[in-house]
């Protein structure tokens, strides 16, 4: 099930959910076949978006995960000449690319959660702020976030690295160790993205508190204030274990990505200091997870299918691999490389 943009809607899709006008009459009902004129008719009732079904294959190309995070991407990047040259951005067209995908991580989360999961590399700040993104909304999804907080996280998150756009290309993208002098400019980004977005009429208040404070850790430890505890917004607590998580997992010049479980292992020891533990430990057990009933394939090839989450150890989970039971959490030579497949009640 998807939510559409009446634009996007076409003939011979499917309704999921029925249509009511303004004076709760009911137009069409659950699992009528549109056709061109009721999708006409609903246009001009002043209907925005409905939701359809359709599991077929392109369908999913056209309209799945992949195609509203490439939008994302694209939005983001249409911003970047103005947010480079420091002047304002369409506020409005990333607020709708932040509502789009938080209707769609309700509905379900998890193409997107292991689409994060399985990409392997980053291609620039724009990829990395929408990953960033999309597993914030899914921590606070688990947390009972409501809708239009939730809206508020996406949104901020999704610029919350704009500053790094002003840091030199070969600092960013240095092989090696970088300089302490090198390191003192990566480190004023946050303070540029908030420059750079309360500058902005109009903008989602959040944005540029999640900006300033994504790399600023409970302990006093962060930067760019060393703030502590509750002095960093809780949005920003969120974010700065999403942008941990989303780097580790992806290969970077320096480094080769991480396995899930090792970036899960580096995330929980952090979660007595710098990190929230409580959101930490919220962010293992429903993004960093393999959900029950999962088919996952392990090191050493075999695949077998999770029959119970380790609450101590959520990136090992305990799976049936041709009926013997294998508790990951005691096998420490063998992970979980990727799920293969899924299976919904």
């Known amino acids: 099930m998807f939510s559409l943009r009446i634009d996007d809607v076409k003939s011979g899709m499917t309704l999921a959910q029925p249509v009511f006008n303004m004076n709760g009459t009911k137009l069409l009902s659950e699992d009528a076949v549109l056709t061109e004129k009721m999708i006409q008719r609903l246009r001009n009732a002043g209907a925005k978006r409905l939701w359809v079904t359709d599991d077929s294959f392109s369908f999913l190309q056209e309209f799945g995960p992949q195609k509203i995070v490439g939008e994302a991407v694209k939005e983001l990047d249409k911003a970047k000449a103005q947010i480079v040259a420091g002047k304002a951005f369409d506020v409005q067209v990333i607020n709708e690319v932040a509502h789009e995908l938080v209707e769609q991580i309700i509905i379900n989360e998890m193409p997107f959660s292991e689409m994060v999961r399985m990409k392997s590399t ?17 921590t606070a999804k688990s947390m009972g976030m409501d809708r239009l907080d939730m809206r508020f996280l996406c949104f901020a998150s999704l610029i919350h690295d704009v500053g790094k756009l002003l840091v030199p290309g070969e ?6 160790k970088l300089s302490d002098s090198e390191m003192r400019v990566v480190k004023k980004h946050p303070q540029i993205g908030y420059d750079i977005l309360s500058g902005i009429d109009g903008i989602n208040k959040h944005a540029p508190v999640v900006a300033l404070q994504h790399h600023e850790r409970l302990d006093g430890s962060g930067y760019p204030d060393s703030i502590k505890g509750t002095q960093i917004h809780l949005y920003s607590r969120i974010v700065a274990i999403a942008d941990i998580y989303t780097a580790l997992i992806r290969e970077k010049v320096y ?11 580096i995330l929980w020891s952090q979660a007595d200091g710098g990190l929230d533990r409580s959101l930490t430990s919220n962010f293992l057990r429903n993004v960093v997870a393999f959900p029950l009933r999962s088919m996952v394939k392990l090191n050493n090839g075999l695949v077998g299918k999770v029959v119970y989450q380790n609450s101590d150890f959520p990136t090992r989970p305990i799976v049936s691999v041709d009926g013997e039971i294998i508790d990951l959490a005691e096998t420490p030579t063998v992970f979980v490389t990727e799920v293969v497949a899924y299976e919904y009640d």
Not at 126 to 132: L, N, R, Y
């Open 122 to 138: 980053e291609t620039g700040v724009f990829e990395h702020m929408v990953d960033v993104s999309l597993l914030s909304v899914i």
């Open 171 to 176: 600092i960013l993208g240095k092989p090696d």
């Open 255 to 265: 480094r080769p990505r991480l396995p899930v479980y090792e970036a899960g292992g």
